[in-house]
């Protein structure tokens, strides 16, 4: 059965998204952060990009105060007890993840799934700890959520066929593309992805070429729509890092290790567009 009611934890970059899509699709979508002003962040740049839907003709004036109206703003866990499908997208920690779903274990319906939109973290691991192993899966959107078709749909260990099943129901729904891909550190994406950013920001901090150039070669060269380290910028290099952090102490290779640069770029809190400054700077 498809799902109706969807709980989106977490209202920041990725969790803004997964609603605006879910809310689009039809569903009745609760938004869950830890303080009220989040919770109002998320929900104005979910009204801003529906706005935006509707100026480019993906929905009507109509379709977006309907949708509008099917959202719930919430700083209260036991809320999401009336999701069928609660999506996970906050920071890229095992701890912090793992909190939100104890959190909610003791509010949520037996038969309800639950989904983390982790890039990088174990889904098995994820699912241990929580009390319905079966019903947990990975779904992993991309940024920005409202245009990237792809959704990397990863079961765990334990995720049963039918879970997968839903997932990828409820993605299609959402208009998205899913793939599915088995549970290894990074799936497929960011296990590419990652060390190709990685190894760009060595060759900046080793002076092979500057930052423009780096991406002007993949660019022009290997026709990427942006270059290695303008990505960086527009994902977060603490984002980055913590998947570079992540695949590196999975594999225990070399190939991973994340540059110094790219350490000391977030310990300095230089994190790309989001900051204002990474390897270009912006207007916050």
Known sequence: MQPKTVGVVGAGQM??????????????????DI?????????????????????????MAEERERALVRLRPTTVVAELGEADFVIEAVTEKFDSKAGVFRSLEPHCRPESIFAS???SISITR????????????????????????????????QTSAETVERAIALAISA?????????????VSNRVLMPMINEAVF?????????????????????????????????????????????????????FRPCPLLR?????????RKSGRGFYTYDK
Request: glycine letters at 12%; hydrophobic letters at 50%; charged letters at 20%.
């Open 175 to 187: 208009g998205k593309t899913p793939v599915r891909v088995n549970d290894f550190p990074g799936f």
């Open 117 to 119: 939109n982790t890039s």
């Open 126 to 157: 994820l699912a241990a700890a929580t009390g319905r192993p079966d019903r947990f899966v990975g779904l992993h959107f991309f940024n920005p959520v409202p245009v990237m078709k792809l959704v990397e749909v990863v079961p765990g260990l």
């Open 264 to 272: 000391r770029m977030v310990s300095a809190g230089w994190l790309g």
């Open 15 to 32: 969790g803004h998204g997964i609603a605006q899509i879910m809310l689009r699709a039809g569903h009745n979508v609760f938004l869950l």
């Open 203 to 255: 060759c900046l901090m080793e002076g092979v070429a500057d930052a423009q150039s780096v991406d002007a070669v993949m660019k022009l060269g290997m026709n990427h729509p942006m270059g290695p380290l303008e990505l960086a910028d527009f994902i977060g290099l603490d984002v980055c890092l913590d998947v570079c952090e992540v695949l590196f102490a999975a594999f225990g290779d070399p190939k």
């Open 35 to 59: 303080s009220q002003s989040l919770v109002d962040s998320g929900a104005a740049r979910i009204a801003k990009g529906l706005a935006r839907d509707v100026e480019k003709a993906r929905i």
